[in-house]
């Protein structure tokens, strides 16, 4: 929406572009978001690499491991038969659930679905060979 007005005494106008404000706030809106993005990006690495050590003995709960019978290095469990290897992280940042896959990537395994259905039943129509 522009707004032109006239200056008194003159023929030139002067022109308003309100539009102008939209688009700092949207530059503003998207530099906030690349900032946000860049802050996750870093503490997932941060994450990933504090993964790759062992809790020290001064964590609290090596302490309760400790003084429940846990030695370094075995499988947990009465008989020593549990698992050995922590548990896996995979690292999510989307807001759904646990269950539900990335929307991007949802999107795209069943669009698959959908061409592999479309392709079986033209194979179906065309009948054996």
């Known amino acids: 929406m522009a707004a032109i007005f ?13 539009s102008n404000k939209k688009s700092k706030a949207q530059n503003r809106h998207e530099q906030k ?16 690499e504090r993964l790759g050590s062992a809790i020290p003995q001064s964590n ?19 008989q020593g038969s549990g698992g050995a290897d922590p548990v896996g992280l995979d690292i999510r940042r989307g807001r759904v659930g646990i269950g539900k896959e990335n929307p991007k990537v949802e ?9 592999e259905m479309k392709r079986r039943k033209e194979e179906y129509k065309e009948g054996p060979s």
């Open 6 to 18: 006239e200056l008194s005494g003159s023929n030139n106008a002067y022109v308003s572009n309100s």
């Open 107 to 115: 999107k795209l395994r069943i669009e698959k679905e959908n061409a």
């Open 60 to 78: 609290i709960g090596f302490k309760l491991l400790k003084q429940m019978g846990y030695t370094p290095g075995s499988a947990l469990g009465k």
């Open 33 to 48: 978001k690349l900032k946000r993005e860049r802050d996750q990006i870093e503490e997932d690495q941060q994450t990933l």
